[in-house]
């Protein structure tokens, strides 16, 4: 039996396989009027697609707790009942083809306010339809970007009931796993990072400081998402800086202080925090820090980037590298990955009866 198709639960959820979708914006959603924010008929059928291809389980792209917490104005929201009551149609499609869909909770601090990428995704200003950013020091991401507003004691406690209310609409919306966006230097990541984070209150300096705002909307969210169901956490391993920049070994202590407060999976990916770094990239570059957070803290994880072939993957999951793959790009390229990888490994996977005769 492939261990790729062998389900793997996390309290009360079965998810059927250990192929997953990364989160992966898609800049495709209204950008003004009533429907703000909203999924479109192009999310339902990026998340279908997949769900009918037989990925295990689905998560959303990075979905704004709110209007400012928007990387691009054409980012997904969740901060009002239009936007809860349009994801409901995808969730329970996602779930008629035995998928689980999940829902990346996102900030995006000093990175906000940005086009599309295929517009260059430039910062866009006030006058440009783009508004000013916030983060936990006054410093920009690079000198394209606006300085961000330094949040206050009374703005991080907004931000985090914020997070938390988002929670309980991905919950009435039928989202089975929420995950807490702390990668790739949005609001949260920021926090974490001596680079991006200058604060000399308590959420600043310190390791213990620095991850205070992270702990703090991990409890906010497990106060309002059932105890049954799932919650995961993306993380940067590390900021790829040679001084200065979050670290692994800062990754595996944060793991099991992450693990106390309630969190079942660490996604495991990197960068994104510094501009200009050198990120050494190669197939599975990322699995060894997922590889590290499982063996010392025993807290599952999520490998993620640059998997593309299924004996890759097989490898990942039956060594015990990680517990589950997410794919990104190559789920783009073939939404059907997870049944030929079944074909290629000899596993079980949902094929759709309409679908069965192309087995
Ligand atoms: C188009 C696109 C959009 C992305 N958007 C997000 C996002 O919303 N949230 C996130 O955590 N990562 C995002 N990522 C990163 C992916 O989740 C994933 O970590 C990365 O693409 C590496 O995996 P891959 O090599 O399988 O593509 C995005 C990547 C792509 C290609």
């Not at 000013?132 to 920009?140: E, I, N, T």
């Not at 593309?308 to 590298?321: H, L, M």
Request: hydrophobic share 40%.
């Amino acid at each position: 039996m492939s261990a790729l198709f062998e389900p793997f639960t996390l309290r009360s959820l079965t998810v059927p396989n250990r192929i997953w979708m990364a989160p992966m914006c898609q800049y495709s959603a209204v950008a003004e009027g009533p429907d703000e924010g909203a999924p479109t008929d192009w999310h339902f059928q990026h998340l279908a697609a997949r769900a009918v291809g037989g990925t295990g389980l689905i998560l959303t792209e990075a979905t704004a707790i709110s209007p400012e917490g928007r990387i691009s104005p054409h980012d997904l929201g969740l901060w009002n009942d239009t936007q809860t009551e349009a994801f409901r149609r995808i969730t329970a499609f996602l779930k008629s083809q035995g998928s689980v869909p999940g829902i990346q909770l996102a900030h995006a601090g000093r990175k906000a306010s940005t086009d599309a990428p295929w517009r260059g995704g430039t910062p866009l200003g006030t006058d440009e339809g783009g508004w000013r950013p916030a983060g936990p020091s006054p410093l920009p991401f690079d000198d394209r970007h606006q300085v961000p507003a330094e949040l206050t004691a009374d703005g991080i406690r907004r931000v985090t009931a914020e997070f938390a209310r988002a929670a309980e609409r991905a919950l009435a919306a039928g989202f089975e796993v929420a995950e807490v966006h702390g990668a790739h230097g949005y609001l949260i990541g920021e926090f974490l990072s001596p680079h991006s984070n200058h604060r000399t209150d308590g959420y600043g300096g310190t390791f213990e400081n620095r991850t205070r705002f992270a702990l703090e909307v991990v409890d906010a969210i497990r106060a309002v998402w059932p105890d049954d169901r799932p919650l995961f956490f993306r993380i940067s391993a590390t900021d790829w800086l040679e001084t200065n920049g979050w670290t692994p070994d800062d990754t595996v202590r944060l793991a099991a202080l992450l693990r106390e407060h309630g969190v079942d999976l660490l996604d495991v990916s990197s960068g994104g925090n510094a501009s200009g770094v050198r990120i050494p990239l190669g197939p599975g570059y990322q699995v060894p820090f997922a590889a590290r957070v499982r063996r010392e803290t025993g807290l599952p994880v999520g490998a993620v980037g640059l998997i593309t072939e299924p004996d890759q993957a097989e490898k990942i999951v039956a060594n015990g590298e990680a517990d589950a793959v997410l794919l990104g790009r190559e789920l783009l390229r073939d939404p059907t990955w997870a049944q030929r990888a079944a074909r290629a490994l000899g596993g079980d996977v949902h094929v759709p009866d309409q679908y069965l005769r192309a087995i």
